[in-house]
């Protein structure tokens, strides 16, 4: 069965300094794998995917992620944070294309100035 | 492109009372649409998977009887919560998949439910 683990609950990080947010799977097969982020009492927004190919993943608002197959993980970095990304972020993982996703429980993400 | 809307964004109703959550691909057709449950500060639950015509496939321990989805259209899912209850309140988030080959799925902004 696949799964997915968030460890960190909740991180604070101070604002104009680096992020990394971290993401282990667990799956049988090549996954495809998501982060999506989450503002307070709203949908999921796609920050990133990756199905294929490069490694290392650009996303929108200036993150990135890197598939590490050795340690399936697949964290997300942000070299600078802003205010406006306080929020919370989940990782999924699934099998492509119209097959349910399994989520992480999220981290939540505070900025202080 | 590849939106996904919710009606309503938030509704209360009265325990015993049935609530109909709509969710529509506005600019694509969607073979697939999920449901999703989420508790305050906690992760995404699958519910139920939807396909066009078909009935829903509902993930374990979730009650069929009580949550009714039915995906009449490439655009359109709803669900309806049967005869609500308190426990029933909840964040329900539905996302659309517009094919097998997308890869991806397309969420909607979510409907706060509260059972009074």
């Known amino acids: 069965a696949q799964s997915v683990t968030q460890p960190d609950i909740h991180i604070t990080v101070s604002e104009g300094a680096s992020l990394e947010l971290r993401c282990n799977y667990s799956?049988?097969?090549?996954?495809?794998l998501f982060w999506y982020v989450q503002s307070p009492g709203q949908g999921l927004q796609l920050l990133l995917k990756?199905?294929?190919?490069?490694?290392l993943v650009q996303g929108i608002k200036g993150f990135e992620a890197e598939f590490k197959r050795s340690q399936s993980s697949f964290n997300l970095r942000k070299p600078s944070v802003h205010w406006s990304d306080a929020a919370e972020y989940f990782c999924?993982?699934?099998?492509?294309?119209?097959?349910?996703?399994?989520f992480g429980t999220g981290t939540r993400l505070t900025i202080i100035p | 492109g590849a939106v996904v809307s919710q009606h309503p964004s938030w509704v209360i109703c009265k325990s015993g009372t049935s609530v109909k959550i709509e969710c529509r691909s506005l600019d694509f057709q969607a073979t697939t649409m999920f449901w999703y449950r989420q508790f305050p500060k906690q992760s995404l639950m699958l519910m139920a998977t939807?396909?066009?015509?078909?009935?829903?496939?509902?993930e374990q321990g979730v009650e069929k009887d009580k949550f009714l989805i039915n995906h009449a259209s490439l655009t359109l899912s709803t669900l309806t919560v049967t005869s609500a209850h308190p426990e029933d309140s909840s964040f329900y988030i539905c996302s659309a998949s517009p094919s097998a080959s997308s890869y991806e799925q397309y969420f909607g902004p979510g409907t706060r439910l509260t059972v009074t």
């Open positions: 990756y199905f294929s190919g490069d490694t």
């Open positions: 999924a993982v699934g099998p492509g294309g119209n097959e349910k996703l399994t």
């Open positions: 799956y049988g097969a090549t996954p495809y």
């Open positions: 939807s396909n066009e015509g078909s009935k829903a496939t509902y």
